[in-house]
């Protein structure tokens, strides 16, 4: 999935349009001669300062920390397939990344002070968590290659979802669910999971990059393509600056590339400096962030980490305990309801899988949910004609009184289903004969552990893709 590495150039090679493979160099080309279009391509290490994990640093990003949990593989969180099935952990993770609780950091600054000086061309950012935005770039130079958080739909039918519910589920943790008529699918913001085709606009806006005069890139691994691909399309003799803590792609290949090793603040605060920018930079950063923040920031930096590390840790639990939650909800679940209509094996988990979706379903969708939820027990139930609609309807009763239930009570609401159930069972249920056996038709769900990616074409973001 990553781009291929190539050898730093040789030192003997003369730069083509720099005087010398250095920042000051850069600076010098910038500020000298017609105004240079600076294109600007961003991943999670810009916003490591902010407290925001990275996801694809060795050992301490949080792919690396989700790897020990009961999960298909550590991207799963960011997978539309498992997501489809198990929507729970991704949330775990949307209530510690939504947009608000974190400020912008030097880097995004600085991104914001280039646009401002009419050189910023397009800033093509694999994050998902609007930092840019609330930085002041303009929202025409920004290209969410990954998607964000600014919008969200319901990932069955493409139904839209109130911006003002949405935010009130994320903050609490709880999914939120489609409320068009017979749908009732989990809605997931326009972030870009893996299997997800990238939006328009960044086809559309990718000839920016091989137009630039200079191409700025920043706190991004480059493993995840068609973004990786970028940095390639820049022209002969373009200056391409990496600012990151490691050698990435193919940055330093070329003649006139710039390598300046280190965190992403680091090193825009010293080419700020040497575009004569650096106190205008500081200013502006810290008129937007606030001075206690400010500083908050710079002794995270000098901390080497550890504030970053304790949040990875801390969404690593989340998701564990969403997944264990999850299982735990769904097996109390199933021996309420297949207890109250002894079905058993296969059908009693499809039906446990039936009965939990209809549960997750509110407000104007919840009824369409029950009587889904009926169709398919009906057709597992195997009943005969004339018994099943009595059967069926007092299970949509049962099943839409738990669903009143508030969430935390999710728990209690297969014996309460159990309850409304059981009185209403025929006193000659349909004779089955000794080779029938119970239909699996009923709400079977797809495998929740689709198979790894492997080398996708997209990805979900800096968030999943870092």
Known sequence: MGQEESTIVDESVSPQTLS???????????????????VVLTGAGISTAAGIPDFRSPKTGLYNNLARLDLPYAEAVFDISFFRQRPEPFYVLARELYPGRFHPTVSHA??????????????????????????????????????SFA?????????????????????????????????????????VFFGEALPSAFAENARHAAAADVLLVLGTSL?????????????PGAPRVLLNME?????????????????????????????????????????LVGDDEADRQMRSAEGGGAEVQHEVQKLTDGVEAALKAEGSDRDSLADGVGSALKVEGSDRDSLADGVGSALKVEGSGGRD??????????????????????EVLTLAAGVESALRLQDSDTKDAAPKLAENVEPARPEHPGKRGKDDAPSNDAGSPEAAHPKSPGKADVAGAETPAN
């Open 223 to 235: 493993t995840v393509h068609p973004f990786a691909g970028l940095p390639e399309t820049a022209r």
């Open 20 to 38: 010398e493979r250095s920042l000051a160099a850069v600076a010098e080309y910038i500020k000298q001669g017609p105004r240079k279009r600076v």
């Open 369 to 390: 949910g029950v009587l889904t939820l009926a169709e398919g027990v009906e057709s597992a139930r195997s009943l005969q004609d004339s018994d099943k609609d009595d």
């Open 247 to 287: 050698k990435v792609g193919s940055l330093g290949g070329r003649a006139d590339d710039v390598v300046e090793l280190g965190s992403c603040d680091a090193g825009v605060r010293k080419l700020a400096g040497e575009l004569g920018w650096r106190d205008e930079l500081e200013a502006y950063w810290r008129g």
């Open 110 to 147: 600085f991104v914001a002070l280039l646009a401002r000086k009419g050189l910023l061309q397009m800033l093509f950012t694999q994050n998902i968590d609007c930092l840019e935005r609330r930085a002041g770039v303009p929202a025409d130079r920004i290209t969410e290659a990954h998607g």
């Open 151 to 191: 919008g969200q739909r319901c990932v069955e039918c493409r139904a839209g979802f109130p911006d003002a519910e949405m935010r009130s589920h994320v903050l609490q943790g709880r999914v939120p669910r489609c409320r068009e008529r017979g749908c009732g699918g989990p809605v997931k913001p326009d972030v």
